[in-house]
């Protein structure tokens, strides 16, 4: 069959919402998302990666099977979705569940009323797993809730309220683990409290919810149902403005249409081809959908095994697996079990959903957690071309590397055939990923050994590994030399090295953690030769004892399980009027909104008239001249309008805030790999990113390029100015002192991961000059300025609008400055409205995160535990523009001392200046970064000591009335009740005791506990502002609305930041209120019966104005850095927290098993937002201090640009118990009805579990008598935990 046969296009035909779409000029090349959002003008499904890792673009597919007469519903990535493959199948995105104007559906309301959203920008995706999930089961386990949940990233609660709101569906009741030891959490929940508090743990009502009633879903379009049933089945085609699709009904002409076109690749769920189209360049003119051909979704159990389609879907293929198992007999299944494990963490449900098998085999990918224990365990594939059949040993394919020609272009895998296990034969499967589930293993391994009968005599051996080469390996050699050997510890040293020499990576490998992966692939061996020896032990324990039963528990993988949690606050006052909402866990304003998909973002606002599209083209050189720019192919693209450089800007281009300019298009030279050289605007975001990629610029490379900390310092590069700070003697203190130690931390960047990208919609209004802007931004003043400075013309002029922003973090105010500037530039020279979205990886590219820094330090100390000096020096990377780099040092060094007294101080902050994008503010703003080396040095102290790390803390901490290292005053009495409650709350002693004893009885797992202290001074820095307005006003909530926050209504606003929105907004809506009331109170005196609308209406008979602006100029605060005092900050908010985790040491993963926060935020104004900024900053914390890494090339790229390759913590990383309390009875004086502001704090609280992971270190390594002192970097990765745990196989691979 060839294209010819086909010139005439096709229809598609399917339904979306119970609409059908009949699309006449559906274009292979459009996913759905941008088909739902920019054509049917759904914009509930958000754009958060465009690769499948989020979920934020969630949609529910139906589809009916004639034969069986099933219909299947099931979840799937919108970004990666072909509409091409949505012939005949119906669509139900957010808007279909329910809306505000129909019938709000129970998961929507549920997720609303128990908090779940607080940005609100993964909501509509977490609705519909959720709901997904409930169409297949209306009455859930929680492991199938977990598991629903997996895909779907948030960045901002922490997902505590979201599973909360799952669990409300769950069939099980919701206890906690601690069952096991006779009582749950929630029986004891008195023992938490104090007697004397009125103490509340309920953060939503579920009376109020309605019940689930599965009758009132949407049905399967009946049409739908006729059209398979009755329609013949015949070929599609469909052509795009570059791509055909052709999708076959029979396998025939599937080898026609190959032989024709053996390039053209079989798309089934495009999970592999789509990103590589989407990120790696690639193009396929023409592409086959082999999906209705019923060879390829063949399922047929024979005799010795399953035989299963190659365009079986992942999760179908588990399903099959579980029947099996559950059917066979153990002996038989235990390939199916191996295979199974694999596929339970490999990637998320909606992935597995679409994924194909036939595609994850074929793709050969060196990331395949499949082709190594399917090729270990002997499966063969089925090969089919025209006119001819051929059976292969799957591991053919992979043979000699991943350019192999075992598959003949033309040819196709139409089925794999997994054979039951046997007698005296043993299978496992292994695999390690930056996080447990929804990530790409960093290794993998499938391993298979067949004993003579009745003996441990290896008969047949196959050992197979992902990760350690550009696709799986087979340790051939070392298998033949092995057979005929005994299962023993001999064997295993000799395997070990052999293994190493056949598969080790070489140091030079791309791709990096060289170490770490070969020693993952002798640990899997281990593993496999200690599960294998256990197995041996129950068929004949005589001879084969087994394993020692310390070893045991390492055979056990961590299992993500439903997080049981409990949120403590203190209740408000009875004598409190039941209208009057402060202090109450009041729902998000936006929830509903949120939850249905009606809350509009930037990107949902309806496109204006001859609207353009904008897409940045940046630099690939991090520092460089630039010869010349070459836009002619860029502009011959189809739909492309312009080009906008810096030659476009009217006015300013670089801007002067210090000593070295912000720069809105880079002009002679560029700074950094990501610096925006020109833009492309075009009549599309497809056509403007097709002619970006085409602009062709010649660099001229600069000296020196300055990537790091150390390369700062080489080259002296800073911005100006230096900061110290010091207090007492130092060195007279160091002579003084019992002893002296030196160290360094290094801690990593962190990116701001927010769900929403950077966004900015610019209309010029044609008149005066005037020019809409709507911004996701922190600060919409500052925006006005900077766009009207580029621009020229009065900041009257423009008009900035901010609805809502999709998180923030600290990343939305002077980068979105800049990108609003550049699309208002071009919308000045096109006369235009621009619209520009930046694509996660551009984001990540472009807008910088989180300051990298190194903390060197030397310490003096006595040897009862006190400190006496602390000598240090912090480095900041602030990257290649200021920015608020000597902000962020200032406030690390500021904040430097935690909650501990140091007597004598010298402190020096440098903000050091290199090539790098440029880094901004991030939550914590430098304290999350100079805490954490504070809390290093005291645990050092502890180790030298000999003493407890609990008991430095104690000894150091501020305890009375004391001052800062910079004279501000301050009344430690909340944090040492905070310290004092987490200790008791958390039971810290005797659970010490308790991991004490679980690490003398396991010896290749181990526990670790930590407990930290925080004082996180506020200052320098929209949720409550509802629950302000109802209390002045006297009003139920349901009476006010908030609009949007505009430069036209508040000129001079302060920016959201540092945790500032309630305090400064608040006392700003607070001070308008108190005016209107008081222009009301004669009318109210007058008629005091009445009520609002009686009194307003009176106000308008009187002429008295209802409008009113209020302000709040911010806090006093100074900092004489000359003289090393001041009062930089307001108040001081306190909090501790407890974190307990368990380690595997063979492979350096981990597992987060409790942690128990105490806050003090003074009196909380909506309790359910505070402990959500809490467990969300926490849980952003964890990602820092253990998680996320950014990655660089030696030139300066980042290479981690997307959700595949950055890992920011998702729900199997959260505590399986968390618990929250907020401190009673306190008081702010300060702040707003004696609050204080929490967005921030709770960040550094996650290095509490830093610190558990390094106990748990610390205790491998005293058991091994390893050096006592040794030094951990953040984030605390799998890779470093392995390292620090050293062990034979460490030094094997070292000595290497
Ligand atoms: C977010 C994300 C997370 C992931 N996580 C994991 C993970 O943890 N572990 C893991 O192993 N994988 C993971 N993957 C990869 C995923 O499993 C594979 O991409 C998937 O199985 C490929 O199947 P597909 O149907 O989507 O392939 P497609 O993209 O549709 O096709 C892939 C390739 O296979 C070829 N092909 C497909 N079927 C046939 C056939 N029958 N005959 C011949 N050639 C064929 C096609 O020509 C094409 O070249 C992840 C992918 C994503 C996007
Ligand atoms: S946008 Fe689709 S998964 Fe992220
Ligand atoms: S609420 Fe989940 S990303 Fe903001």
């Given at each position: 069959m060839s294209l010819q046969g086909a010139a005439g296009a096709d229809e598609l035909i399917f339904y979306v919402n119970g609409r059908k779409i009949?699309?006449?000029?559906?274009?292979?090349?459009?996913?759905?998302?941008?088909?739902?959002?920019?054509?049917?003008?759904?914009?509930?499904?958000?754009?958060?990666?465009?690769?499948?890792?989020?979920?934020?673009?969630?949609?529910?597919?139906?589809?009916?099977?004639?034969?069986?007469?099933?219909?299947r519903h099931y979840s799937a990535n919108a970004c990666l979705f072909p509409i091409c493959s949505l012939y005949g199948v119906a669509v139900t995105t957010v808007e279909g569940v329910g809306s505000t104007k129909s019938r709000v559906h129970p998961v929507q309301e549920r997720l609303a009323k128990c908090h779940g959203s607080q940005c609100g920008f993964c909501t509509p995706g977490m609705v519909m797993s959720i709901y997904t999930l409930l169409r297949n089961y209306p009455e859930p386990t929680s492991e199938q809730m977990t598991a629903a949940l997996a895909g779907n990233l948030c960045r901002c609660t922490g997902y505590r309220p979201i599973l909360d709101a799952c669990k409300t569906f769950c069939k099980e009741s919701v206890c906690c683990q601690s069952k096991a030891s006779g009582k749950c959490c929630l029986d004891h929940?008195?023992?938490?409290?104090?007697?004397?508090?009125?103490?509340?743990?309920?953060?939503?009502?579920?009376?109020?919810?309605?019940?689930?009633?599965?009758?009132?879903?949407?049905?399967?379009?009946?049409?739908?149902?006729?059209?398979?049933?009755?329609?013949?089945?015949?070929?599609?085609?469909?052509?795009?403005?570059?791509?055909?699709?052709?999708?076959?009904?029979?396998?025939?002409?599937?080898?026609?249409?190959?032989?024709?076109?053996?390039?053209?690749p079989l798309v089934v769920g495009n999970t592999s081809v789509g990103p590589q189209m989407k990120f790696g360049g690639m193009f396929h003119p023409i592409v086959i959908s082999p999906a209705r051909i019923p060879d390829l979704n063949v399922v047929k159990c024979t005799g010795d095994g399953l035989t299963l389609g190659a365009a079986c879907s992942l999760s179908l293929v588990k399903d099959i697996l579980r029947n099996a198992i559950s059917k066979l007999p153990e002996e038989k299944t235990k390939i199916f079990y191996a295979v199974l494990k694999q596929l339970r963490t490999l990637g998320g449900e909606q992935i597995r959903n679409v994924a194909s098998l036939g595609g994850n085999i074929v793709s050969r990918k060196s990331t395949s957690d499949l082709n190594p224990i399917l090729a270990a365990s002997n499966c063969m594939l089925n090969l089919a071309s025209r006119g001819r059949k051929r059976q292969i040993p799957l591991s053919d394919i992979f043979a000699d590397g991943v350019d192999n020609n075992t598959l003949m272009p033309e040819e196709i895998l139409v089925s794999v055939h997994i054979p039951h296990s046997r007698k005296g034969e043993y299978i496992s499967a292994f695999r390690q990923a930056p996080r447990r589930e929804n990530a790409l293993p960093i290794a993998n391994a499938g391993m298979r050994v067949l004993f003579e009968e009745g003996t441990d005599k290896i008969k047949d051996l196959n050992i197979f590994y992902g990760g350690a080469a550009s696709t799986t390996v087979c340790a051939k050699q070392?298998?033949?030399?092995?057979?005929?050997?005994?299962?023993?510890?001999?064997?295993?040293?000799?395997?070990?090295?052999?293994?190493?020499?056949?598969?080790?990576?070489?140091?030079?490998?791309?791709?990096?953690?060289?170490?770490?992966?070969?020693?993952?692939?002798?640990?899997?061996?281990?593993?496999?030769?200690?599960?294998?020896?256990?197995?041996?032990?129950?068929?004949?324990?005589?001879?084969?004892?087994?394993?020692?039963?310390e070893y045991g528990s390492v055979l056990q993988d961590f299992q993500t399980k439903m997080p049981q949690s409990i949120q403590i606050y203190q209740d408000v006052d009875q004598s409190q009027s039941p209208q009057d909402p402060v202090g109450r866990p009041i729902m998000h304003q936006s929830g509903i909104k949120h939850a249905t998909g009606e809350a509009v973002y930037i990107d949902d606002l309806p496109s204006v008239d001859g609207e353009l599209f904008l897409a940045v083209v940046t630099s690939s050189r991090a520092h460089a001249k630039i010869m010349s720019v070459d836009t002619s192919e860029a502009l011959k693209g189809p739909g492309v309008f312009d080009i906008i450089t810096a030659d476009d800007v009217p006015a300013t281009n670089e801007f002067h805030y210090s000593s070295d300019p912000e720069i809105i298009f880079a002009r002679n030279k560029v700074i950094c790999v990501g610096q925006i050289v020109c833009a492309v605007v075009a009549d599309s975001d497809v056509h403007a990113k097709q002619a970006a990629a085409k602009v062709k610029?010649?660099?001229?490379?600069?000296?020196?390029?300055?990537?790091?900390?150390?390369?700062?310092?080489?080259?002296?590069?800073?911005?100006?100015?230096?900061?110290?700070?010091?207090?007492?003697?130092?060195?007279?203190?160091?002579?003084?002192?019992?002893?002296?130690?030196?160290?360094?931390?290094?801690?990593?960047?962190?990116?701001?991961?927010y769900m929403e990208t950077q966004s900015v919609l610019a209309i010029p209004r044609?008149?005066?000059?005037?020019?809409?802007?709507?911004?996701?931004?922190?600060?919409?003043?500052?925006?006005?300025?900077?766009?009207?400075?580029?621009?020229?013309?009065?900041?009257?002029?423009?008009?900035?609008?901010?609805?809502?922003?999709?998180?923030?973090?600290?990343?939305?105010?002077?980068?979105?400055?800049?990108?609003?500037?550049?699309?208002?530039?071009?919308?000045?020279?096109?006369?235009?409205a621009v619209r520009l979205i930046l694509s996660r990886g551009d984001d990540m590219l472009i807008t910088g995160g989180r300051h990298p820094f190194v903390g060197k330090y030397k310490v003096g100390f006595m040897n009862d535990g006190r400190i006496r000096a602390v000598d240090a020096k912090y480095y900041i990377n602030g990257g290649c523009t200021p920015d608020e780099s000597v902000l962020v040092a200032e406030v690390s060094l500021l904040k430097m001392d935690n909650a501990y007294k140091i007597p004598n101080l010298r402190c020096w902050a440098y903000a050091c200046k290199t090539n790098l994008p440029s880094n901004t503010a991030f939550r914590g703003f430098g304290f999350p970064q100079s805490a954490l080396v504070t809390e290093t040095w005291i645990t050092d102290i502890a180790d030298k000591t000999g003493l407890s790390p609990e008991k430095i803390r104690e000894i150091n901490m501020y305890k009375e009335d004391e001052q800062t290292p910079f004279k501000q005053k301050l009344d430690p009495q909340n944090l040492?009740?905070?310290?004092?409650?987490?200790?008791?709350?958390?039971?810290?002693?005797?659970?010490?005791?308790?991991?004490?004893?679980?690490?003398?009885?396991?010896?290749?797992?181990?526990?670790?506990?930590?407990?930290?202290?925080?004082?996180?001074?506020?200052?320098?820095?929209?949720?409550?502002?509802s629950q302000v307005a109802s209390r002045e006003l006297n009003i139920p909530m349901s009476y006010i609305h908030f609009r949007e926050t505009s430069t036209t209504t508040v000129p001079n606003a302060c920016a959201s930041v540092g945790s500032a929105g309630t305090d400064v907004n608040g006392m700003a809506v607070k001070d308008a209120c108190q005016t209107l009331m008081k222009r009301l109170q004669p009318i109210i005196n007058k008629n005091p019966k009445g009520n609002w609308n009686d009194w307003i209406k009176e106000a308008f008979e009187q002429s008295v104005s209802l409008s009113a602006t209020g302000y709040f100029r911010g806090y006093n605060e100074h900092m004489d850095w000359e003289k090393g005092e001041g009062q930089p900050f307001t108040y001081f908010l306190y909090g501790a927290a407890?974190?307990?985790?368990?380690?595997?040491?063979?492979?350096?993963?981990?597992?987060?098993?409790?942690?128990?926060?105490?806050?003090?935020?003074?009196?909380?104004?909506?309790?359910?937002?505070?402990?959500?900024?809490?467990?969300?900053?926490?849980?952003?914390?964890?990602?820092?201090?253990?998680?996320?890494?950014?990655?660089?090339?030696?030139e300066g790229v980042l290479y981690t640009r997307g959700p595949d390759q950055y890992k920011i913590p998702a729900v199997c990383d959260i505590p399986e118990r968390f618990r929250v309390s907020l401190l009673s009875s306190s008081q702010n004086p300060y702040a707003i009805y004696a609050s204080k502001g929490i967005g921030e704090a709770g960040l550094f609280l996650g290095c509490s579990v830093f610190f558990a992971l390094r106990d748990a270190v610390t205790s491998v390594r005293n058991e091994r008598g390893l050096k006592k002192t040794f030094a951990m970097n953040s984030p605390l990765t799998a890779e470093q935990i392995r390292a620090a745990c050293a062990d034979d196989f460490t030094k094997m691979v070292i000595g290497r």
């Open positions: 009949i699309e006449k000029h559906a274009d292979p090349e459009q996913m759905l998302l941008s088909y739902l959002r920019k054509r049917l003008h759904l914009t509930g499904t958000k754009y958060g990666c465009g690769g499948g890792g989020c979920g934020a673009c969630m949609v529910m597919i139906s589809t009916y099977e004639p034969a069986s007469k099933k219909i929940e008195e023992d938490l409290f104090d007697k004397e508090e009125k103490i509340s743990t309920r953060l939503f009502s579920p009376d109020e919810f309605q019940p689930l009633d599965p009758t009132q879903e949407l049905i399967f379009p009946p049409e739908l149902m006729r059209m398979a049933e009755n329609q013949p089945k015949r070929t599609l085609f469909f052509h795009g403005e570059r791509m055909t699709w052709i999708s076959p009904v029979n396998l025939d002409e599937l080898l026609d249409l190959k032989a024709a076109h053996p390039k053209a070392t298998c033949w030399t092995l057979i005929g050997r005994h299962w023993n510890e001999q064997m295993l040293d000799e395997a070990s090295r052999l293994i190493l020499k056949e598969i080790a990576l070489p140091g030079s490998a791309c791709g990096g953690k060289v170490e770490y992966k070969n020693t993952l692939i002798v640990s899997f061996f281990y593993r496999f030769f200690l599960e294998v020896l256990q197995s041996l032990k129950t068929t004949d324990s005589c001879h084969y004892p087994g394993i020692p039963v610029i010649k660099y001229e490379v600069l000296e020196p390029v300055i990537l790091t900390i150390e390369d700062a310092i080489k080259h002296n590069s800073f911005f100006e100015p230096k900061r110290k700070l010091e207090k007492g003697n130092v060195d007279q203190a160091f002579e003084t002192v019992d002893g002296i130690f030196e160290g360094e931390v290094h801690i990593g960047g962190q990116e701001h991961f044609g008149e005066d000059k005037e020019m809409d802007l709507f911004v996701s931004t922190q600060h919409p003043a500052f925006i006005q300025e900077m766009v009207a400075a580029s621009l020229g013309v009065p900041a009257n002029r423009i008009m900035c609008h901010v609805k809502r922003v999709g998180g923030a973090f600290g990343g939305k105010i002077l980068k979105a400055g800049l990108l609003a500037s550049v699309a208002a530039v071009a919308a000045n020279k096109t006369n235009r040492v009740r905070c310290w004092n409650e987490c200790m008791e709350k958390s039971a810290y002693h005797s659970r010490k005791t308790a991991v004490k004893e679980f690490n003398k009885q396991n010896y290749w797992k181990k526990k670790g506990i930590a407990i930290v202290p925080m004082k996180f001074p506020f200052g320098l820095g929209t949720r409550y502002l407890c974190s307990e985790v368990e380690i595997n040491c063979l492979t350096g993963d981990h597992k987060n098993l409790q942690t128990d926060i105490v806050m003090d935020i003074g009196c909380s104004i909506n309790p359910a937002v505070d402990i959500g900024q809490i467990e969300g900053a926490f849980v952003q914390g964890i990602g820092l201090y253990t998680m996320e890494e950014l990655k660089y090339s030696p």
